[in-house]
């Protein structure tokens, strides 16, 4: 089909938006990480704009509309020019060449091929940026349609009007998939997938993905449950009825006994790039089925978090998928497999003890884990490409009419206005963006913060991983946290409040559980929390409304001083002045993603400490 005049305009702009989104990102991770001298960096009145001055040649780089917030965040949103000797502008345009022009001044050891790999990642993530935002063209005109037709005007009215809460929080998940991880330069970055397949497994295509219900044999797998999964098979026929029941008739028209074997969910690309291949010999010595019945599912915003279409198959399924995304291959590790459950069964406990914390957090705990580990070998390891956790979704199943968004959503325009969710619900609610961030900081902060003060447990509270459940009028009222596989916790404060958890050590494996030292988990919880969702909160807010003196950090200073003022009295005195003081002076410790990537990921905890925003109000 031919695109008209006005279509093609449409498509030429997202590729250029999507150009000018890499560069965005990439001159952000190079500030805040201090891959170039920020010393070199200033306002220019005859440019009318900001200018990098090199420090190892005579050019300069003009940026046109910058935005500079706390916490060392620098935002290009113009035109950024290379300015030469003679004093001649050309305009920088995509990422291969702001990184050929700053080569030389990277704070960064590097070498060619590391520089060429991450400009191939960003190409990719541009080109299924591109296909993305075109997709959404039609998706947004088909939504803004059905709006119409039965008179609303706010996004959220439409989907609870239209949807279950469970699958209303399904569609914003898949909404909110557009925009990745706001600091990942390599965003949307699937290398090894063909764009037909990003296309027809991604959710910010809106796809459905039916997955094979493999067979694992039992004396092949480990299993990580729940007290209440006491029956493997009882529960997957509770949570899946009718898979669960085409699962047992497969395996008995073969003359196989279902008790002895597993459920194990495999997703379509994965069965056949990976699987078939690397898992062949599982596969002939019959230790794996793969000829299971099919599970229609729709992938979440993490792409390999798959929910059921109908709702009478309830639970999560997440699976991996051995595809490079954004940052790493998307293996289902045993330690996930392991300290899933066993976290989110800590936290039930503590919620219960906290009442929720007064009300402000529910969890969607993760019930059951199994991975592949051989009887006689015993090498956990092997399992990660053959592992499957089942999410509950208990927290959807809900009467209180709460709608759950994604934080991500949030940030996500709507389809019907170029304005971000967040507008929509700030308007509904009545109140000024400023009163309405306060409400909603609160919200996150005082489970998130209580949890870590009292418990040493670090919820991973980012934007992908957190939902809040909003009123009708778009107050924020609680918080939902998904996802326990890599959370962290220190186990002296657990045991002080007389609790254990086992945690799962593995050669080569990464811990989440620590004793001597609580700063993995602190610069987890501030990172993932802080820097990731709440800073990102109100860089948001503050450009689209033009808030000025950052009164929006104000707010979340007072309120982290008042949560930790409020659980005071519960805690050693000075473990609270040592968190208090880091909490409210510290650099924010923050993950270095474009250090990693660079260095090709040859260590996952490189940190870099940005500018306490908390130090503007003394």
Same mark, same amino acid.
């Given at each position: 089909?031919?695109?008209?005049?006005?279509?093609?305009?449409?498509?030429?702009?997202?590729?250029?938006?999507?150009?000018?989104?890499?560069?965005?990102?990439?001159?952000?991770?190079l500030?805040?990480?201090?891959?170039?001298?920020?010393?070199?960096?200033?306002?220019?009145?005859?440019? &009318?704009?900001?200018?990098?001055?090199?420090?190892?040649?005579?050019?300069?780089?003009?940026?046109?509309?910058v935005?500079?917030?706390?916490?060392?965040?620098?935002?290009?949103?113009?035109?950024?020019?290379?300015?030469?000797?003679?004093n001649?502008?050309?305009?920088?345009?995509?990422?291969?060449?702001?990184?050929?022009?700053l080569?030389?001044?990277?704070?960064? +050891?590097?070498?060619?091929?590391?520089?060429?790999?991450?400009?191939?990642?960003?190409?990719?993530?541009?080109?299924?940026?591109?296909?993305?935002?075109?997709?959404?063209?039609?998706?947004?005109?088909?939504?803004?349609?059905?709006?119409?037709?039965?008179?609303?005007?706010?996004?959220?009215?439409?989907?609870?009007?239209?949807?279950?809460?469970?699958? #209303?929080?399904?569609?914003?998940?898949?909404?909110?998939?557009l925009?990745?991880?706001?600091?990942?330069?390599?965003?949307?970055?699937?290398?090894?997938?063909?764009?037909?397949?990003?296309?027809?497994?991604?959710?910010?295509?809106?796809?459905?993905?039916?997955?094979?219900?493999? #067979?694992?044999?039992?004396?092949?797998?480990?299993i990580?449950?729940?007290?209440?999964?006491?029956?493997?098979?009882?529960?997957?026929?509770?949570?899946?009825?009718?898979?669960?029941?085409?699962?047992?008739?497969?395996?008995?028209?073969?003359?196989?006994?279902?008790?002895?074997?597993?459920?194990?969910?495999?997703?379509?690309?994965?069965?056949?790039?990976?699987?078939?291949?690397? +898992?062949?010999?599982?596969?002939?010595?019959?230790?794996?089925?793969?000829?299971?019945?099919?599970?229609?599912?729709?992938?979440?915003? !993490?792409?390999?978090?798959?929910?059921?279409?109908?709702?009478?198959?309830?639970?999560?399924?997440?699976?991996?998928?051995?595809?490079?995304?954004?940052?790493?291959?998307?293996?289902?590790?045993?330690?996930?497999?392991?300290?899933?459950?066993?976290?989110?069964?800590?936290?039930?406990?503590?919620?219960?003890?906290?009442?929720?914390?007064?009300?402000?957090?529910?969890?969607?705990?993760?019930?059951?884990?199994?991975?592949?580990?051989?009887?006689?070998?015993?090498?956990?390891?092997?399992?990660?490409?053959?592992?499957?956790?089942?999410?509950?979704?208990?927290?959807?199943?809900?009467? @209180?009419?709460?709608?759950?968004?994604?934080?991500?959503?949030?940030?996500?325009?709507l389809?019907?206005?170029?304005?971000?969710?967040?507008?929509?619900?700030?308007?509904?609610?009545?109140?000024?963006?400023?009163?309405?961030?306060?409400?909603?900081?609160?919200?996150?902060?005082?489970?998130?913060?209580?949890?870590?003060?009292?418990?040493?447990? #670090?919820?991973?509270?980012?934007?992908q991983?957190?939902?809040?459940?909003?009123?009708?009028?778009?107050?924020?009222?609680? &918080?939902?946290?998904?996802?326990?596989?890599?959370?962290?916790?220190?186990?002296?404060?657990?045991?002080?409040?007389?609790y254990?958890?086992?945690?799962?050590?593995?050669?080569?494996?990464?811990?989440?559980?620590?004793?001597? @030292?609580?700063?993995?988990?602190?610069?987890?919880?501030?990172?993932? &929390?802080?820097?990731?969702?709440?800073?990102?909160? #109100?860089?948001?807010?503050?450009?689209?409304?033009?808030?000025?003196?950052?009164?929006?950090?104000?707010?979340?200073?007072?309120?982290?001083?008042?949560i930790?003022?409020?659980?005071?009295?519960?805690?050693?005195?000075?473990?609270?002045?040592?968190?208090?003081?880091i909490f409210?002076?510290?650099?924010?410790?923050?993950? !270095?993603?474009?250090?990693?990537?660079?260095?090709?990921?040859?260590?996952?905890?490189?940190?870099?400490?940005?500018?306490n925003?908390?130090?503007?109000?003394?």
């Amino acid at each position: 089909m031919t695109n008209t005049p006005k279509q093609t305009n449409v498509l030429n702009i997202n590729a250029e938006f999507s150009h000018h989104n890499s560069l965005r990102r990439l001159i952000h991770c190079l500030f805040a990480e201090k891959l170039i001298d920020k010393k070199q960096f200033y306002w220019d009145f005859d440019y &009318c704009g900001y200018i990098y001055q090199s420090i190892t040649s005579s050019f300069k780089i003009l940026f046109t509309d910058v935005d500079i917030y706390p916490a060392n965040t620098v935002l290009s949103y113009g035109n950024i020019y290379i300015i030469d000797k003679n004093n001649q502008k050309e305009i920088i345009q995509t990422i291969d060449d702001m990184l050929d022009i700053l080569k030389e001044d990277l704070n960064i +050891a590097f070498t060619p091929n590391n520089l060429n790999k991450l400009k191939n990642d960003i190409k990719n993530s541009v080109d299924n940026d591109i296909n993305a935002r075109n997709f959404r063209i039609n998706w947004s005109h088909d939504i803004s349609q059905q709006m119409s037709k039965y008179g609303f005007n706010d996004l959220t009215d439409w989907v609870v009007h239209k949807y279950s809460i469970r699958d #209303a929080a399904l569609f914003l998940d898949q909404w909110g998939s557009l925009e990745g991880h706001p600091y990942y330069p390599t965003w949307k970055s699937r290398p090894n997938m063909k764009a037909k397949d990003v296309m027809a497994y991604s959710p910010e295509f809106n796809a459905t993905v039916n997955l094979t219900v493999a #067979a694992l044999r039992r004396d092949m797998a480990y299993i990580e449950a729940l007290p209440h999964v006491a029956n493997i098979h009882l529960w997957f026929l509770q949570q899946f009825p009718l898979i669960g029941q085409q699962w047992c008739d497969w395996l008995g028209q073969q003359g196989r006994d279902p008790q002895q074997w597993l459920p194990l969910p495999i997703h379509p690309w994965h069965l056949n790039h990976w699987v078939k291949e690397q +898992a062949a010999e599982l596969i002939q010595d019959e230790i794996l089925l793969i000829d299971g019945p099919q599970l229609e599912t729709k992938p979440t915003m !993490s792409f390999r978090t798959m929910l059921p279409t109908d709702a009478t198959n309830k639970a999560f399924v997440k699976l991996p998928i051995a595809v490079w995304m954004t940052s790493e291959m998307r293996s289902l590790q045993a330690k996930s497999i392991h300290m899933g459950p066993r976290i989110s069964q800590l936290i039930d406990t503590i919620l219960k003890q906290e009442k929720n914390f007064h009300g402000k957090l529910e969890s969607l705990r993760e019930d059951l884990g199994i991975h592949y580990r051989h009887a006689i070998e015993q090498d956990d390891s092997a399992g990660r490409f053959l592992s499957v956790v089942f999410r509950c979704t208990n927290s959807y199943e809900r009467s @209180d009419n709460l709608l759950p968004i994604t934080v991500a959503t949030l940030f996500t325009a709507l389809p019907n206005q170029q304005k971000p969710i967040f507008t929509e619900l700030i308007e509904k609610s009545g109140l000024t963006p400023r009163e309405w961030f306060r409400s909603y900081t609160k919200v996150i902060l005082e489970p998130v913060i209580s949890m870590y003060l009292i418990y040493g447990i #670090a919820l991973e509270a980012h934007q992908q991983n957190t939902q809040v459940l909003f009123t009708s009028e778009g107050i924020p009222e609680k &918080c939902l946290i998904r996802d326990y596989g890599d959370g962290r916790a220190f186990l002296p404060l657990l045991h002080q409040q007389g609790y254990q958890l086992q945690a799962y050590s593995w050669p080569g494996i990464l811990p989440t559980v620590f004793e001597e @030292d609580i700063e993995p988990v602190r610069s987890f919880l501030i990172d993932a &929390c802080f820097v990731s969702h709440l800073h990102e909160l #109100a860089v948001h807010i503050t450009r689209f409304y033009r808030l000025t003196n950052h009164q929006l950090w104000r707010e979340l200073k007072n309120i982290t001083q008042y949560i930790f003022e409020s659980v005071k009295p519960r805690i050693d005195e000075g473990f609270w002045r040592q968190e208090y003081e880091i909490f409210m002076n510290s650099p924010w410790q923050t993950r !270095s993603l474009l250090t990693m990537h660079i260095q090709r990921y040859i260590n996952y905890r490189i940190q870099h400490g940005l500018t306490n925003p908390f130090l503007l109000f003394q």
